[in-house]
């Protein structure tokens, strides 16, 4: 779950077109999502998503390179029916964190209802809407949270703030089995491969050979790889997935040596 660029003025062409307007007129009639044809899951809008989340859930972060790609509504589309069709309410998700995700959406303060709203004016209303609503999951197209989520030894993702440790247990469920072991392969590749130099370190304390796989590391570590939040958050705290004191050190030192240089 990492802050995603998107440019919200540049609105897909096909979203502003006379047939989602007509949708928008219908579901706004009917008080309710009635589109049969789901007219937001176009190619054009699912190529332009595809390209700013870099092929990644937004909540889980992991890719979608042959995984269903589910164009999901920040705030859902059968209670919010006159946003089905807004730019700054439709993110990339994946089936598992859009299913769980479903159609809950909790707020701590007053829920907004339709209010005789344009269909011209849907693309712009997502920040005022947060102001009176105050929505307690995540929005990772307009916040940035990467310094509020942390990681456990078993590569376990945990917050102490409120909305983020919402998203993640409550809205989003980003501690699913699948993910956990995704993050541990992540993880254990590397302690291995630190390990491994570790060995050789002893008896020749060439710290050099550490410094390819080291490196490499944070080569990875951009935002466009798969979970880029658990990179940067052991390219930031190594210690806690060694148990060697001295390696913690080594390994810690390391990357900061490399940070130096950038």
Known sequence: MIKVEKNFTDIPTILTKKIREDAFDTNIASSSYCDDKNRYKVGSVQKRLNEIYHLKCAYCEQ?????????????????????????????????????????????????????????????????????????????????DVLDLIFFDSDAKIYSDDERVNHTIKKACNLNRDELIELRKEIITDFI???????????????????????????????????????????????????????????????FLNLKGKK
């Open 63 to 143: 890719k979608l390179l042959d995984a269903p790609k589910h164009i999901e509504h920040y705030r859902p589309k059968d209670t919010y029916y006159w946003l089905a069709y807004s730019w700054d309410n439709l993110l990339l998700c994946c089936g598992a964190c859009n299913s769980a995700k479903g159609n809950r959406f909790a707020i701590q303060k007053s829920k907004i209802t339709y209010d005789n709203e344009e269909f011209c004016d849907i693309h712009a209303l997502g920040n005022n809407y947060d102001l009176i609503e105050e929505p307690k999951i995540i929005n990772p197209e307009k916040e």
């Open 192 to 254: 291995n491969r630190m390990n491994k130099h570790y060995l050789h370190f002893l008896h020749d304390k060439n710290i050099n050979a550490f410094f390819p796989d080291i490196e490499n590391f944070r080569e990875n570590c951009k935002k466009e790889n798969d979970f880029y939040a658990f990179r940067y958050f052991v390219l930031n705290n190594s210690e806690i997935f060694f148990e060697n004191r001295v390696l913690q050190k080594i390994v810690k030192s390391l």
